[in-house]
């Protein structure tokens, strides 16, 4: 497989589960990635409820929050890849310990330091938080978008933070201008 031109990195994007795509967990998923080059890609699922709530989280890491709001966010399961491992997508810019840049508007942070700062209301307010993460080995995201298996639409910040988890599958979908109820569920190739 050759390598993915620069220009042509989808970090930054959505990836969202055709009907053909069953296995769990990325049957009906939306993952957003965070990361995309000819040595692979990673990436978040932003649709996907874990059994926790930040607060559970931020009482694990002996962190006091008290807006409430904030202690009752989802924390989603990422990935089926270190699901011990806690992630923070956000947009705002922050001098946070370990961040990665995506692009000029994303950013995922993974240390600590952005908790503290959170349970404090000092936080980004467009975050989520996910434990795990996705992966793809260098070539493989590229063969399952020959087999038809996602769409690509750039991230949107509406479906990202302000769309009920259940909708977020065909609110990404309709992105792209698509009803993913109305796709078939094979893939075929003219």
């Known amino acids: 497989m050759s390598a993915v031109p620069h220009s042509q990195t989808l970090a930054g994007h959505f990836l969202i589960a055709m009907p053909s795509l069953a296995e769990p967990p990325f049957s009906r998923s939306v993952a957003f990635l965070c990361q995309h080059d000819e040595d692979g890609a990673v990436g978040l ?57 995506i692009n000029a508007e994303w950013s995922v942070t993974t240390s600590r330091d952005i908790l503290v700062a959170m349970a404090a209301g000092d936080g980004p307010q467009d975050a989520l938080m996910a434990l795990g993460y996705a992966g793809w080995s260098a070539g493989q995201l590229e063969q399952e978008l020959m087999d038809n298996s996602w769409l690509t639409v750039e991230a949107n ?34």
């Open 45 to 101: 699922l932003v649709n996907r409820l874990s059994e926790y709530r930040l607060g559970d989280v931020l009482a694990q890491l002996k962190l006091d929050c008290t807006d409430a709001e904030l202690a009752d966010r989802p924390v989603l399961i990422g990935g089926p890849v270190q699901q011990e491992r806690g992630f923070v997508l956000h947009r705002e810019r922050g001098h946070w310990e370990s961040s990665y840049r």
């Open 157 to 190: 910040e509406r479906v990202m933070f302000h769309t009920p988890l259940e909708e977020r599958w065909s609110a990404a979908a309709g992105l792209v201008g698509v009803d993913p109820l109305q796709l078939p569920g094979y893939a075929g190739h003219a």
